[in-house]
């Protein structure tokens, strides 16, 4: 049989060739790494996370959570790895990212189905069932590739990443260990809290500090930057007003002090981001701050004065296709049949999202090449509410999403109960959805493996 073209070995790739193989179709994944690196890419593994560690809530009543246990019953690479490499962090899913990258990279070199060629694919095959997975820092040949096929019909925005500090930097004879209303194990996080007086200092020099020069390929929209909801810079957020931050990343709610017993004006959270323990993240500070600023800024909080950086905060352009009319709700250019996209460039936000969005346009690649219709994930689900979504865009310019309950099908009856009993009712409709799923698509309970 012919094998399906995947190109771009990120999140979204890598699941979209893991499916393929499960559903016994051969793949060539092709993967520009390690021979050349985009400007936000540092590791030669593949799935390499470059922004946080957390793959956000681990908990049914919220979306994101959903299509975690959604993505894990109907056999997910990027789930089950992530479950296998997870680090403590409450309520959340976090993981060792180089240990999760390592990981899938051997899963999917070990898998027999597929054949990984290092090279860089400059533009879309031009016949046979392909998958376009090469991320939203696309450029080159490949984006004019893509633009000429939609008619140079694309939007960009921009995202920032945060910093990671050395663990033996950080002060701890200030900062506590807790994590936000005492769930999960208590030193998930590192907890750096603020008085008033610290806070107002801290929030004079974040309006005032220096940002960093873009990058030559962000050049063209320097000057007026979109700036992507879900990563909004610290600095971004602070000109939005003098409680933002104390109502977002810097919310002392849940997080007493052991030493006052109450909690802080404003505190800043540290997230561990690997297995032992040695670097923690700064929760919520995606920044575009020069490096020499973050030092001098970040150095005001309390804890950190004296912090080693491990990797400073970065900004970069993330570009994604204007998906509605051009992709249909399994990620397949409705102009060119057997040719699929996925990814954060299909205009999913997130790093599950995105592996979701691989998975459907993997299984449905699966099924252009054994000349089957695709399937449609319906919209009851996360996972399908996601590629309806793109499909489909809403009211107004279309902007990149996160995972939604307001995504999703409406209940057909009203739940009593308020907002978390509705949740409930979604997640048990959406997780019996998947089960008849995952025995229509691959004959199998989501208790069975997922192996090819």
């Known amino acids: 049989m012919t094998p399906v073209r995947v190109i771009g070995a990120g999140l979204a790739g890598c699941e979209a060739a893991w499916q393929i ?28 996370l470059v922004c946080s560690n957390s793959l ?44 999760f990258s390592d990981l899938i990279t051997q899963r999917i070199k070990d898998n027999p189905l597929i054949t990984v060629t290092e090279e860089e694919v400059t533009e879309i095959p031009k016949d046979g069932v392909t998958v376009i997975a090469t991320g939203p820092l696309t450029d080159g040949e490949m984006a004019k590739s ?28 200030i900062a506590y260990y807790c994590s936000r209303y005492g769930k999960g194990d208590p030193t998930d996080y590192l907890n750096c809290p603020m008085t008033r007086e610290e806070y107002d200092a801290f929030y004079e020099a974040l309006l005032h500090a220096a940002t960093a020069e873009l990058h030559d390929f962000d050049r063209e929209a320097q000057s007026e ?8 810079p610290v600095e971004v957020m602070a000109k939005r007003g003098y ?6 990343p810097m919310k002392p709610i849940g997080l007493p002090d052991p030493k006052t017993g109450r909690e802080p004006f404003a505190v800043v959270q540290l997230r561990r981001e690997n297995t032992a323990g040695t670097m923690y993240n700064l929760v919520g500070f995606q920044t575009h701050l020069t490096f020499g600023e973050q030092k001098r800024v970040f150095g005001l909080i309390p804890g950190l004065a004296n912090a080693s950086y491990l990797r400073f905060g970065v900004m970069h352009r993330n570009t994604y296709i204007n998906s509605p009319s051009r992709l249909s709700p399994q990620y397949e250019t409705i102009s060119r049949p057997g040719l699929f996209f996925a990814g954060q460039m299909t205009g999913v936000e997130g790093y599950v999202e995105s592996a979701a969005s691989g998975f459907v346009a993997g299984v449905n690649a699966s099924l252009r090449a054994k000349g089957e219709d695709p399937v449609d994930f319906p919209a009851e689900t996360v996972i399908g509410s996601l590629g309806h979504y793109v499909s489909s865009g809403t009211i107004g310019k279309f902007q990149p999403m996160n995972a939604s309950f307001g995504l999703i099908s409406p209940l057909e009856k009203k739940v009593k109960g308020g907002k978390r009993a509705r949740n409930d009712e979604y997640a048990v409709r959406s997780l019996q959805t998947v089960g008849e799923l995952n025995a229509r698509l691959f004959g199998q309970t989501e208790s069975e493996g997922n192996e090819p």
């Open 21 to 48: 193989s499960r559903l016994g179709i051969p793949v060539i994944l092709s993967e520009m790494k390690p021979k050349r690196f985009s400007p936000a890419h540092r590791h030669p593994g593949f799935a390499e």
């Open 146 to 173: 893509i633009s000429d096929l939609f008619g140079g019909d694309q939007l960009s925005f921009f995202d920032a990443v945060a910093p990671i500090v050395d663990a033996e930097s950080v002060d701890t004879s």
């Open 56 to 99: 956000r809530s681990a908990q049914l009543s919220n979306a994101v959570g959903l299509l975690k246990e959604e993505m894990r019953r109907l056999g997910s690479l990027i789930l089950t790895s992530a479950d296998e490499t997870k680090v403590p962090a409450g309520a959340a899913l976090a993981v060792d990212r180089v240990a």
């Open 243 to 248: 409680d933002t931050l104390r109502y977002g």
């Open 225 to 232: 930057p979109n700036v992507f909801e879900g990563c909004m």
